[in-house]
Nanobody
Framework: QARLVESGGGLVPAGGSLTLSCVVSGTIGSITYMGWYRQAPGKERELVADITGDGVTNYADPVKGRFSISRDNARNTLYLQMNSLKPEDTAVYFC??????????????????WGQGTQVTVSS
């Protein structure tokens, strides 16, 4: 069973930086999607940034120009570099990864996993 483990969260002052990591362990197939989401208290989980299997990135408007998503295929690790942090960035951050495993001749199994989350707190 594949497992996702996030790390790198913490408490930082406004204007500070953090780098989150999401390590994928276990057997996975062809990754089709990797994303970072966050959920603040009393709010719904929302997309922060994502990257497709082809490497196309996408960012939510509130984090554009401040956050950067990247992946290290050799280490099966997803990163989120967060700069110029604001108090409104305070949330639990989750990584999400989707992958496919082909079962020839005609079937493709799709998988979707979430990490356990890592807390990011930005003080004003």
């Amino acid at each position: 069973q594949a497992r996702l483990v996030e790390s790198g969260g913490g408490l930082v002052p406004a204007g500070g930086s953090l780098t989150l990591s999401c390590v994928v362990s276990g057997t996975i197939g062809s990754i089709t999607y990797m994303g970072w989401y966050r959920q603040a208290p009393g709010k719904e989980r929302e997309l922060v940034a994502d990257i497709t299997g082809d490497g196309v990135t996408n960012y939510a408007d509130p984090v554009k120009g401040r956050f950067s998503i990247s992946r290290d295929n050799a280490r099966n690790t997803l990163y989120l570099q967060m700069n110029s942090l604001k108090p409104e960035d305070t949330a639990v951050y989750f990584c999400n990864i989707k992958w496919e495993i082909a079962r020839p001749p005609h079937i493709t199994d799709e998988y979707d996993r979430w990490g356990q989350g890592t807390q990011v707190t930005v003080s004003s």
